[in-house]
């Protein structure tokens, strides 16, 4: 048997949870799981074929992990660790060094799991199709947005909740289940699920394609997620909700008429204003794109030493 703690840390992991530093792994075992695994199928299944960077890179990595026990090692153990239909809104506590296509492969060693979780939710064609567009987008955004040789670890925690069947795509929104853990000094809530907000990139947030989005997701979430008792609350954590951004908005715009819908009930000690406005995760102010207004202003802001903080609000119904 071997560490899985000591593997993870010959491969570039720096923080990793206590499941992981307790679990052990015997490698012939690893071996004919690893082995069982049809990654050919999984590419289909998500439509990575047709993306060329990505096939690349990711048949270079496969030659490597074929030929490494430690790798694949990894890769049992996060399968292992992300992939339970049983954990709800993780705060995964998981660090690398590395940036190459490791995260690729435990999100495609996945897709059976998540074949499994779409038919036992019932999805229909259009959820599961949104489903497998996301792990696509998952496994290639690193490439394509951010400009980094491989997938974001990130990346891979984010796609979990889809194989986990833990979010649904209702129109311009998504609703993740969630495991209730805030604390708020003036806001209780006693269920144990809520539900979170996510807004996909690259349409805008236009006001009424939102709120048929919000209309339709309260008359329709108790047939998708069986776990919820009674009408769940709506949170929304994101740059959006940002301190002090609307005074670089205007009255009627989109984003601001967004932010009206959340009563905010406080703030995080980050931001990730740079990754979802500016598509980036450099450091560099002067690189930030200034295409629209808003970019504008909020790059004068951060030149300026202006601080932004991610919001955490509570949808008012």
Sequence with gaps: MISVSDIMGNCGFSIIPTELKLLYADPNEVYDWFSRIDFDEALSFYGLRKHKNFMSLFSCFRNVIEQSTELKIVVWALNNYLFSEEHYGWEHFLERSVSDMLPAFVLLSGYEKHQINMKKRGFDVCQTENHKKRIFECCTIGLDTYHISGV??????????????????????????????????????????????????????????????LQQVQKDILNYFGELKTYPAYFLDSWLLSNDLDKFLLKESNINLFRKRFDILGYKTNSSISKFLFNTVSSNLQSYSENTSLRRLVKKALLSGFKFYDGIGILKI
């Design 152 to 213: 974001e670890l990130s990346q891979l925690i984010w796609g979990s909740i889809f194989i986990n069947t833990h979010i649904i795509e209702l129109g311009r929104l998504q609703f993740e289940i969630k495991e209730y853990k805030y604390e708020f000094q003036n806001f209780h809530f006693e269920d144990k699920f809520c539900i979170g907000i996510h807004i996909p990139r690259g349409q805008r947030l236009e006001h009424n394609e939102v709120e048929k989005s």
